[in-house]
Structure formats: structure tokens, C-alpha cells
């Protein structure tokens, strides 16, 4: 039988050719798909790592019972949304949780950045992540305060030691956490990981993101608070009980692709 596969030794004049199509022919579909991003027919997608060193955290806490009703009106939060209870860990029962975020960031954003956030039930019901408040190191944009100016975000691990700061003063979320060598390691719930799927902004523009398996199965462990020192006296921290809830420590880098503001041309108008 003869040999199907026919081809000729790939020459130096052969790759030259090659490379020049392979630059031309994806140079001209970027182009086009700028031009359709332009236009509104296509959405952008692009490259956000949260990174492992120093280690994503997460403080959540428990919204005060005090607060959780009439919270959403308090902050303004569009009325297509309300606060729902939702799992962190699979092993919790579901409850009104608002989280502190800090992380360093490459890609779409970059350096150290913290962001309050909150669940709400969109109105398909299904739990939504959502920033209240987002801080960064270098300056930034977002779709609510479109420039977000740099701050003060502190977040270093020297040791076994992770120092936080966010904030200045008499307004800042202050953390430092000694890395027990015995934490648990500890999963995330599905809806927690769900919730991720659209990151809606407190005006109600929405970040539509696709993960991959650092998030989906991040390898995170639970620090008790005996190893934690926690001062926070941001005007969060009179929303929710003194302790949190859980201090999560992830082990692990976190690769997004995000379609920012993905609803910009269809969020609600209040």
C-alpha cells in the first residue's frame, strides 16, 4: 500500500512563507474582531491571573441579622437584585456572607488588589458575586467609578507571616496571619464556584468570566483565629459580626478570562 502521508522537508523559504501567513492571516482576524468589538457585535476577552505569591485571602463574614434586610436599599443595589444566603464551604449551612478579597493580579489588571463584596439572587434566581468596593495598588478601571485611582493595598507574605492593609488611618482593614504548618485543607461549595460565572458590579454592569480548575478546585485552607490579628475599621466592618466566618488562604494561582462589562449596552437604567 502506499504511503499516504505525502510532504515535502520543511525548507527555510517554506517557514519564512508560513511565518509571514501565520502573522498575516491572525493579524487580520484580530483585526476583525477589534472591529466587531467596536461596534458592539462581539464581546473582549482577556487575561486575568490571580496569583499565588503572596497567597489570594479571603476573610468571610456573616452579615449582621440587623442588617440583611433593607441592606439592599441601603447601598443602592439596582432593584433586579437581592441579598441571598449562600455556602462558602460545602460543609457550611447557607447565610448572608459579605467577603474581603485580597490578591495580586496580572493581565487584564495588575498589582495588589482588595474588594468588599456580597451574593445576590439575579433574576433568574441562581447566587451572583458581587463588588461593593474595589481598591488597587496602581490605578485601574472599573465600570462604576471608571477610574479607580491607586490606593494604599498592602498584601506581602514574609515567612510564615501574611500582612494585609487596605485602607489609611482610622478607615483601614488591617490582617496579620501566622501560617499554622496544620490548617485543613477545605472545599468550596458549588454555588460559592458558580457564583463566579458573572461578576456583577453594585451598579449592576456585569464581568462575564470562564476559570479554570484553581478556582473550580482550589486548593485553599482554612486559618483558625488564633493565628489571625484583625482590625478592620472600614465602614464594611460595621455591616457584619466582629469575627468572620472563615479565613481562607489558597494555595494555588487562578487563571480567568474575562468579557468585561458584558451587559454594559443592556443594564437597567435606575
Given amino acids: 500500500m502506499e504511503n499516504p502521508v505525502r510532504h515535502k522537508p520543511l525548507s527555510r523559504l517554506g517557514r519564512l512563507g508560513r511565518s509571514f501567513l501565520n502573522r498575516f492571516m491572525y493579524s487580520q482576524m484580530s483585526v476583525l474582531t477589534g472591529l466587531k468589538i467596536a461596534i458592539g457585535k462581539d464581546h473582549p476577552l482577556l487575561q486575568f491571573t490571580v496569583e499565588k505569591d503572596p497567597p489570594s485571602i479571603y476573610w468571610v463574614y456573616r452579615i449582621k441579622s440587623s442588617e440583611v434586610e433593607g441592606l439592599a436599599q441601603k447601598l443602592r443595589i439596582p432593584p433586579a437584585f437581592s441579598l441571598c444566603p449562600i455556602r462558602c464551604l460545602e460543609t457550611d449551612e447557607p447565610d448572608y456572607l459579605l467577603t474581603v478579597n485580597a490578591y495580586r493580579v496580572s493581565g487584564l489588571a495588575n498589582g495588589m488588589r482588595a474588594e468588599w463584596s456580597l451574593f445576590v439572587q439575579d433574576a433568574n434566581n441562581i447566587p451572583r458575586y458581587m463588588v461593593l468596593d ?32 487596605i485602607g489609611e488611618g482610622n478607615e483601614a482593614f488591617t490582617s496579620t496571619i501566622t501560617l499554622p504548618d496544620n490548617a ?13 460565572d458573572y461578576i456583577y458590579w453594585i451598579n449592576g454592569i456585569r464581568d462575564r468570566t470562564f476559570y479554570n480548575a484553581g478556582l473550580a478546585n482550589a486548593q485553599q485552607r482554612r486559618i483558625s483565629m488564633d493565628h489571625c490579628m484583625i482590625d478592620d475599621r472600614s465602614y464594611w466592618g460595621r455591616l457584619v459580626e466582629p469575627e468572620p466566618v472563615h479565613v481562607l488562604v489558597l494555595q494555588n494561582a487562578i487563571e480567568f478570562v474575562v468579557s468585561p462589562w458584558q451587559n454594559v449596552d443592556r443594564a437597567a437604567i435606575v
Fill in 184 to 196: 485543613p485543607l477545605v472545599t468550596s461549595s458549588a454555588e460559592w464556584v458558580s457564583a463566579n
Fill in 134 to 165: 474595589a481598591r488597587s495598588s496602581q490605578f485601574s478601571v472599573d465600570p462604576v467609578s471608571i477610574i479607580t485611582k491607586a490606593s494604599r493595598v498592602v498584601h506581602e507574605q514574609d515567612g510564615n507571616t501574611i500582612h494585609t492593609e
